[in-house]
């Protein structure tokens, strides 16, 4: 497992790992019955982009988490691992979250966000100890999960107006 933490062929097969768990991802999510009933819901005025960007943006975060984990893990330092396992298991949160919010429904939905903000901010404090730079990649997860909560909570209010 050498050549895993010492090279960069260690780190793009981490980033490619993680890029295509996000790939499984999206292609189950746009598979599923889930994708329909989304679009049958009003989107506020303003936040149409959001549906066209998501799925992109999940690539490069988990891009980003993908690297997090290898700069934890390769830091070297006596929590390197657990560090990076603590990633991994956000990224295994974060591939599980049509599951856990019902199929996307909003409300769960609304609460799915605000549980991966958190276990994100618990994960960077943790990862803290192994890299800076990870911190900062795991930064952008909750800054876009933060805008996504925001979505939602526009979303639920928008079609609760017109129910």
């Known amino acids: 497992m050498n050549w895993l933490v010492k090279t960069h062929s260690g780190l793009a097969c981490c980033v490619v790992a993680a ?63 657990r560090d990076s396992y603590i990633v991994v298991g956000l990224m295994l949160v974060c591939i599980l979250y049509p599951f856990y919010t019902l199929g996307l429904q909003a409300v769960p939905g609304l609460i799915g966000n605000v549980v991966v903000v958190i276990l994100t901010i618990l994960a960077a404090i943790f990862v803290r100890r192994s890299s800076s730079v990870a911190v900062g990649l795991l930064a952008l997860v909750a800054l876009w999960v933060s805008l996504a909560t925001v979505y ?12």
């Open 152 to 163: 939602v909570a526009r979303l639920i209010a928008a079609n609760a107006n017109h129910n």
């Open 19 to 81: 890029v295509l768990l996000a790939v499984l991802g999206n292609v189950f999510v746009y598979l599923g019955e889930w994708n329909g009933a989304m679009r049958q819901q009003i989107v506020p005025a303003g936040w149409e982009w959001v549906d066209r960007v998501v799925a992109y943006v999940w690539l490069g975060l988990f891009a980003c988490m993908g690297t997090a984990a290898w700069l934890a893990y390769s830091s070297g330092k006596p929590t390197a691992a």
